[in-house]
Structure formats: structure tokens, C-alpha cells
């Protein structure tokens, strides 16, 4: 048995874990039914795992290594800004594309095309449609 | 260990990433696609972070920033090509 201090074993186990959460937010990408099943394991999972790795990097320098760099903490606060919102702009780009009834997946329960809002205006993603059917030189 | 750990993860990151690979290339729509490139890049900075921990090097973290950077723009650049016909309006 050789000698192992206490941050090498939380540096393994933290890069265990980000390890199996990279691989099950891909198997998630991989394997769920239709797009917006799919946003959740990339978006949220995979996510995670990178933080998870970042932070094991984060005690790894300083405790082994002896030196320090602000880097990881750069790129988690970027992952974990930036994921939202490029998960939300796919699904916008989903939602609008089956607006138009341009590849409809039956799995997404809207396959007949968006449901009606309710709200006597319509989905906001088409409220530029107006300005379009004007023919606004751009 | 770390050594086996950083093994383990690694081996785990190359497997989501040809996963995604997978998911890239029977897509079926383009939405999919985005995702799984933007699944990508993240996978992608993973694998640096892991391989500078393996050298014991801190020489590759503004690789990783950078793809996280342009991983965004070009995920956000691909949305708004599919929402407006347009990148800059």
C-alpha cells in the first residue's frame, strides 16, 4: 500500500466523477428519443462533469504542483454562463423549425405543429413575420 | 492514483466523445446536430484540462478558454442562422 495524502484522493474521486458524468451526458445525447430530451443530458450533465474536472484540476495545481493559475475558474465561470443560453437558443431554433413544420419528430408530441398559446397572440418566435411579409429592405 | 484516475476519466471522455460523433452524423435534424457539436467542444475542453493534469503543465488553459469561447459563438452563430436566415441583421 503506498502512501496517499488526503488530496490525491479527493483529486481522483473528483475526476472519477466528472469522468462518468461526461460519459453519461453523452449516452443521454446519444440515446434519448427526441431533441427536447435530449437538451437535458448535455446541457445540465455534461456540464457538471466539466465543472467536476475543473475543480480537481483547481486543488491539483496548487496541492501538487506548487503552482496556481485563475484559468479554471475563468472557464467554469464561462461553461456555466454560456450552457443556458446556447441550450436555449437550440431549443428556440427547434421550436421555430416545427412552427414550420420542417422536420417534425413524432417523440417531441408536436409533430402536427406548435400548440395554440392560449394568450390570443401568437408564438413570439414568429412575431418578426410581419416586418418579413413587408418586404423592410435589411 | 491520480494517474489511474486521470486514465479512467479520459477513457470515459474519448467514449462521450464518439458518441457525439455518432449523434453528429445520423443527426436527424439540424438542431441535433448543433447540439452534439456544442457536446463537442465541451467534451473537447474536458480533454484538455484532463491531459494537462496527466503532464502536470499548465501550458494548454488558453486552449481550453478560447474553445470555450468560440464553442459558444459558433453554437449561438448556428441558432440564429436557423431562426432568421441570418447571422448579423
Same mark, same amino acid.
Given at each position: 500500500?503506498?502512501?496517499?495524502?488526503?488530496?490525491?484522493?479527493?483529486? *481522483?474521486?473528483?475526476?472519477?466523477?466528472?469522468?462518468?458524468?461526461?460519459?453519461?451526458?453523452?449516452?443521454?445525447?446519444?440515446?434519448?428519443?427526441?431533441?427536447? =430530451? @435530449?437538451?437535458?443530458? %448535455?446541457?445540465?450533465?455534461?456540464?457538471?462533469?466539466?465543472? *467536476?474536472?475543473?475543480?480537481? *484540476?483547481?486543488?491539483?495545481? %496548487?496541492?501538487?504542483? &506548487?503552482?496556481?493559475?485563475?484559468?479554471?475558474?475563468?472557464? =467554469?465561470?464561462?461553461?456555466?454562463?454560456?450552457?443556458?443560453? *446556447?441550450?436555449?437558443?437550440?431549443?428556440?431554433?427547434?421550436?421555430?423549425?416545427?412552427? @414550420?413544420?420542417?422536420? %417534425?419528430? %413524432?417523440?417531441?408530441?408536436?409533430?402536427? &405543429?406548435?400548440?395554440? =398559446? &392560449?394568450?390570443?397572440? &401568437?408564438?413570439?418566435?414568429?412575431?418578426?413575420?410581419?416586418?418579413?411579409?413587408?418586404?423592410?429592405? @435589411? | 492514483?491520480?494517474?489511474?484516475?486521470?486514465?479512467?476519466?479520459?477513457? !470515459? $471522455?474519448?467514449?462521450?466523445?464518439?458518441?457525439? +460523433?455518432?449523434?453528429?452524423?445520423?443527426?436527424?435534424?439540424?438542431?441535433?446536430?448543433?447540439?452534439?457539436?456544442?457536446?463537442?467542444?465541451?467534451?473537447?475542453?474536458? +480533454?484538455?484540462? +484532463?491531459?494537462?493534469?496527466?503532464?502536470?503543465?499548465? $501550458?494548454?488553459?488558453?486552449?481550453? +478558454?478560447?474553445?470555450?469561447? $468560440?464553442?459558444?459563438?459558433?453554437?449561438?452563430?448556428? !441558432?440564429?442562422?436557423?431562426?432568421?436566415?441570418?447571422?448579423?441583421?
Amino acid at each position: 500500500m503506498m502512501d496517499v495524502g488526503p488530496f490525491e484522493i479527493l483529486i *481522483s474521486a473528483l475526476l472519477v466523477i466528472g469522468g462518468v458524468f461526461a460519459l453519461v451526458g453523452s449516452w443521454g445525447l446519444a440515446r434519448m428519443p427526441s431533441l427536447m =430530451t @435530449r437538451l437535458h443530458g %448535455p446541457t445540465k450533465v455534461t456540464t457538471l462533469g466539466v465543472g *467536476s474536472l475543473l475543480v480537481a *484540476s483547481m486543488i491539483f495545481f %496548487p496541492a501538487i504542483q &506548487g503552482t496556481y493559475s485563475a484559468h479554471e475558474l475563468l472557464i =467554469t465561470l464561462f461553461l456555466f454562463l454560456t450552457a443556458p443560453i *446556447s441550450a436555449n437558443m437550440i431549443a428556440k431554433a427547434h421550436l421555430h423549425r416545427q412552427g @414550420r413544420h420542417i422536420d %417534425p419528430n %413524432p417523440m417531441d408530441d408536436i409533430a402536427e &405543429g406548435l400548440p395554440d =398559446t &392560449g394568450l390570443g397572440t &401568437g408564438w413570439a418566435t414568429f412575431q418578426g413575420l410581419d416586418t418579413d411579409q413587408l418586404n423592410i429592405p @435589411r | 492514483m491520480i494517474g489511474i484516475a486521470v486514465l479512467f476519466a479520459i477513457s !470515459c $471522455v474519448g467514449l462521450a466523445m464518439t458518441m457525439n +460523433l455518432w449523434r453528429l452524423a445520423r443527426g436527424p435534424t439540424t438542431a441535433d446536430r448543433i447540439l452534439a457539436l456544442d457536446t463537442l467542444t465541451i467534451n473537447a475542453i474536458a +480533454l484538455i484540462v +484532463l491531459m494537462q493534469i496527466q503532464q502536470g503543465s499548465a $501550458v494548454y488553459f488558453e486552449a481550453a +478558454l478560447l474553445l470555450a469561447m $468560440v464553442g459558444f459563438v459558433g453554437t449561438v452563430a448556428y !441558432c440564429k442562422f436557423l431562426l432568421r436566415g441570418d447571422i448579423v441583421e
